[in-house]
């Protein structure tokens, strides 16, 4: 049982470049989510997902694009990366509701760089 | 607007003292709390969680307090170990939908 993975772990990337992250959860939970976390900062809410084939916008969508084709995979993209998302992104997942657990699963982080 | 921020950004402690670590939120209407620790280089890890309506919860050496009076929650950590050295930070659960709210984090450290 791997729990959340998270592929590539680390990226650097030039301005204008995409990318597409990975994450993936091996414990067939509902809700999945990818936040970024900054210096100083807690993490805050990108996009998230609470089935598959759905997304919805969190704190600070602007940028990037996700999608939950399979169940257990939620993919983060960026169409065209600037400096300001420089960041570790962080995915993860949790039951449904009716599992009544508000524990989130976290994976151990991609860590990207924009020059 | 709301916020869920945390009083200190670092706090140094004594192996086998407790830890406080606090934390103070704006929006009223979340109907959890929640406490997160994260390790260098690690994603957060749950810690304990606390339903609005409740003031005190207790887990294996960590106790939640909720004051909802001032807006206030800490986290107590009994016998505070090497091992808890790490970042902690504070969230909400406001939703059904399973969104957090984090608060900045305080660094814990834990001096032998």
């Known amino acids: 049982n791997a729990g959340v993975t998270q592929t590539p772990k680390f990226r650097v990337l030039k301005t204008g470049q995409s990318m597409t992250l990975l994450c993936a959860q091996d414990m067939n939970h509902e809700y999945m989510y990818w936040y970024r976390q900054d210096p100083g900062m807690g993490l805050r809410l990108i996009h998230y997902?609470?089935?598959?084939?759905?997304?919805a916008k969190g704190e600070v969508p602007d940028g990037y694009n996700v999608s939950r084709l399979k169940k257990q995979n939620f993919l983060l993209g960026l169409e065209s990366a600037a400096p300001s998302q420089t960041s570790v992104y962080f995915c993860?997942?949790?039951?449904?509701?009716?599992?009544?657990?508000?524990?989130?699963?976290f994976g151990p982080g991609t860590r990207l760089t924009v020059l | 607007g709301e916020s869920v921020g945390l009083h200190l950004p670092t706090l140094s402690v004594q192996e086998g003292d407790n830890s406080i670590i606090n934390c103070a939120y704006s929006?009223?209407?979340?109907?959890?709390f929640i406490w997160y620790k994260q390790e260098s280089g690690k994603g957060p890890q749950f810690i304990i969680d606390i339903r609005s309506n409740m003031d005190k919860r207790q887990g294996q050496r960590v106790t939640v307090l909720l004051n909802k009076t001032v807006k206030h929650l800490s986290l107590q950590i009994a016998a505070t170990q090497p091992g808890d050295s790490a970042v902690y930070f504070c969230a909400e659960k406001k939703d059904n939908t399973g969104k957090l709210i984090f608060g900045q984090g305080t660094t814990l450290q834990v001096k032998p």
């Open positions: 997902s609470v089935g598959e084939g759905t997304t």
């Open positions: 929006n009223s209407a979340s109907d959890y």
């Open positions: 993860a997942s949790s039951y449904s509701l009716t599992r009544l657990s508000n524990e989130q699963f």
